[in-house]
């Protein structure tokens, strides 16, 4: 399996594209309940309302997406996709108003299954059944450790320069590096 994901390209680019955007989502995911408790000085029950957001968000952008890959190619709406999160990433470092943070967090539950969905479906693309799970597990890697080793740099940015500075940042970078993927 490893081998045959050092020598396909294809995948390759999956997985390339996958790290640059799971490392810079990380941050949201990571810096989410504290943006909640130090920066808009509230408790679980904000938290767990901005959270059921995101899965709403989740579960309607899964109903949207039939239609929105019969009108727009995978690299469209995975690009799309990561502004929109990268626009929510903002709107959280930046917005201190509850309903206007409900909107940009059902915004990021559409970006964040829009992504992650046509980047695996890219992965089972690229491979051949005889090494599918291989490949699949390969991706899972990438995102597990993007999101792992991607929260503990966040965390660490966010110490020194504040968490919306970090979540500016990490906004930033991950529209750069969908670019250059």
Do not use: N
Request: hydrophobic share 60%.
């Amino acid at each position: 399996g490893f081998r045959f994901v050092m020598h396909t390209r294809s995948l390759q680019a999956v997985l390339i594209r996958g790290a640059a955007f799971f490392v810079f989502a990380s941050a949201t995911w990571s810096l989410f309940p504290l943006i909640v408790r130090r920066e808009l000085q509230r408790g679980p029950e904000v938290y767990g309302l901005l959270l059921t957001c995101i899965g709403i968000g989740a579960v309607g952008g899964a109903m949207v997406l039939p239609r929105l890959r019969a009108k727009f190619s995978r690299d469209v709406l995975v690009a799309g996709a990561s502004v929109l999160y990268a626009l929510a990433a903002l709107a959280l470092a930046h917005v201190q108003s509850v309903p206007l943070l409900a909107g940009a967090m059902l915004a990021t539950g559409v970006a964040w299954i829009a992504i992650l969905s046509a980047l695996q479906v890219s992965a089972q693309m690229t491979l051949p059944p005889w090494v599918r799970a291989r490949g699949l597990a390969a991706f899972v890697v990438i995102f597990m450790g993007g999101m792992a080793l991607g929260s503990i740099f966040w965390g660490q940015v966010a110490t020194r320069v504040g968490i919306p500075a970090a979540l500016t940042a990490a906004a930033a970078g991950m529209v750069v590096a969908i670019a250059l993927t």
